[in-house]
C-alpha cells in the first residue's frame, strides 16, 4: 500500500491531525526510541494530547518513510475485537514488507495487555508497538510489571510553557515571548490560572475555557473515579479534592482531614494514592538527614494542572489580586522542577521542627539544590533566613530564588544564590 493509500486509511480511523498541532517537547526523548525494539509506553492524564501525539509520530515521523502503519483505538469497540487475541497483529507481521508499526490508543482496554504485549515482543516479530493508556494504576497493574525490560515510559502532562507560549502565540518562538514581558505575562497568567491543558489553551474566552474545564473534571469523575477505581463514597472524594484545592503547598493533616469527611484513615490513604496514580496531584515528600531536627512525615500536596485546581474550587480571579497567588506560583514551579528533573533527580521541600522551610530541593545524586519562590515584588537580592540556615547546614554549591520581578545573584559563604523569573526555568534540564 502507498503511502498516499495509507493516509486516507489511518482518516478513516480517525488519524487525523487537528488543524492547530503544538510540538511537544517530549517528542524529542521519543525520537532516540523509535527505530529501538523496546515497547514505547506513553502515559498521562486523560486530554492531555496522547492520542495527537501518537498521530505526530505516525505522520511527521514515519509516514515520510514507510505505509506500514496500523492504529487501534481500543475505546472502540470494533477495533477493540480486533485485538481479543494477538493473532491479528502476528498475521500483520507474516504478510508486511519491512518493519511494521503498531499503535495502540487506551491499551488498558485490553483484557490482559501486559502479557497480550509481552508474548507479542518476545516472539521477535518485525513489529514496534506504541501504546497509550490514561491512568498510572492501570499501566502498572496491567502493564508495566510484565513489560520489565522490553518498554521504554514517558509521561505526557499538560502544555508547559514553552508549549503553551506556542499555542497563545503561534508566531513567535518562545525566546521571543520570554523577552517580551507583556507576552510572557499572559503566558504565565494563562498557566496560573486556566492550566494547560491543549484544548483549554487553545480555546477563546474564559466562558468556553471554564466549560472545557468543567468537562475534563467531569470526565475524569466519572471514567477514572467511578469507572476504573469504583470509589463508593463519591461525595468525600469530591470533597477532598476540594479541600486540598485550597491547600497546595501546604502539609497534608490527613488526621483533620479524614475527621472533616467522616472517612477512615485508611480509606483516605486509598483515595491519596487514587489520585496521584491518575495524575491529578502529587505529594511531595521531605528532605532530611537529621530526624531529630527536620520533619519526616506529611507530605505537601501541588495539582498538576492548575485549571482543574482553580476549577475545583471554582475561582478564576486575576492572578494579581488573588490571596493564593503565591501558593499558585508554587504550584508552577514545582512543576517545572518536575519537568526539569532528570531520571536521577528527585524533587522534595525541607522544615525543621524549629520552623525553618525551603520550598524545594532538588537531590541530584547526593547534592541537595534548594530553590524558594517569592511572589512578592523584588528590586534587590534578599535571602530569607530559612535559606540562610539551609545552606549553612548543607553548604551545597548551587540556590536558588524565583521571583516575578529580579534577577542576580549573591553568595552566601560558598554558596552561589542566583535570582531567576519562571521563564528562565524553561530553558533547560537543571544541571
Known amino acids: 500500500m502507498d503511502r498516499q493509500k495509507k493516509i486516507i486509511e ?62 487501534f483505538n481500543l475505546d472502540i469497540p ?18 508486511s514488507k519491512g518493519k511494521m508499526y503498531i499503535f495502540i490508543d487506551e491499551v488498558q ?29 492501570e499501566i502498572k497493574s496491567r502493564v508495566h510489571e510484565a513489560l520489565t525490560g522490553r518498554k ?22 518562545f525566546t521571543q515571548v520570554a523577552h517580551d514581558e507583556g507576552c510572557f505575562k499572559m503566558v504565565l497568567e494563562h498557566l496560573l490560572t486556566f492550566g494547560g491543558y491543549p484544548a483549554v489553551a487553545l480555546a477563546k474566552g474564559e466562558a ?15 471514567k477514572d473515579v467511578k469507572y476504573f477505581l469504583k470509589v463508593e463514597n463519591e461525595m468525600a472524594f469530591r470533597n477532598l479534592v476540594k479541600i486540598l484545592s485550597s491547600q497546595i503547598g501546604n502539609l497534608v493533616n490527613k488526621d483533620e482531614i479524614s475527621r472533616s469527611l467522616g472517612i477512615h484513615k485508611n480509606t483516605l490513604d486509598n483515595y ?15 528532605f532530611y538527614r537529621n530526624p531529630r531536627k527536620e520533619l ?15 476549577f475545583a474550587i471554582g475561582s478564576f480571579g486575576e492572578f494579581e489580586y488573588r490571596p493564593d497567588k503565591g501558593a499558585l506560583l508554587e504550584n508552577s514551579v514545582y512543576l517545572s522542577l518536575k519537568e526539569r528533573s532528570g531520571p536521577a533527580m528527585s524533587v522534595h521541600f525541607w522544615r525543621t521542627k524549629a520552623g525553618a522551610e525551603v520550598d524545594f530541593v532538588v537531590l541530584k ?47 552566601v559563604e560558598e554558596t552561589e544564590v542566583s535570582f531567576l523569573m519562571p521563564e528562565d526555568l524553561c530553558e533547560s534540564k537543571l544541571s
Open 152 to 173: 521504554a515510559l514517558f509521561h505526557l502532562s499538560p502544555f508547559n510553557l514553552n508549549e503553551l507560549s506556542e499555542a497563545l502565540f503561534p508566531n513567535k518562538s
Open 78 to 95: 470494533r477495533q477493540s475485537k480486533l485485538l481479543e487475541t494477538p493473532d491479528h497483529l502476528i498475521k500483520l507481521a507474516k504478510i
Open 272 to 286: 491519596l494514592f487514587y489520585l496521584e496514580q491518575t495524575f491529578l496531584m502529587d505529594f511531595v515528600r521531605p
Open 10 to 71: 489511518l482518516k478513516k480511523a480517525g488519524v487525523q491531525l487537528p488543524k492547530r498541532v503544538i510540538s511537544r517537547q517530549i517528542i524529542q526523548e521519543i525520537l532516540p526510541w523509535m527505530e529501538r525494539d523496546e515497547i514505547i509506553v506513553i502515559t498521562g492524564a486523560r486530554q492531555t494530547g496522547k492520542s495527537v501525539l501518537l498521530f505526530q509520530l505516525m505522520y511527521d515521523y514515519l509516514l515520510p518513510k514507510t505505509a506500514n502503519i496500523h492504529y
Open 109 to 137: 482496554r485490553l483484557r490482559e495487555p501486559g502479557i497480550f504485549l509481552k508474548g507479542i515482543y518476545d516472539l521477535h516479530l518485525p513489529l514496534k508497538i506504541f501504546v497509550s493508556g490514561s491512568s498510572a494504576l
Open 208 to 222: 468556553l475555557k471554564v466549560k472545557l474545564l468543567n468537562e475534563i473534571y467531569t470526565s475524569y469523575l466519572e
Open 296 to 310: 519526616l512525615k506529611s507530605p505537601k500536596v501541588y495539582f498538576c494542572d492548575l485549571g482543574i485546581r482553580n
Open 365 to 411: 545524586g547526593l547534592e541537595p539544590i534548594p530553590f524558594e519562590v517569592k511572589a512578592t515584588k523584588m528590586k534587590e537580592a534578599r535571602i530569607s533566613k530559612s535559606l540562610r540556615s539551609f545552606i549553612q547546614t548543607y553548604q551545597p554549591h548551587k540556590a536558588y530564588c524565583v521571583t516575578l520581578s529580579y534577577r542576580g545573584s549573591q553568595r
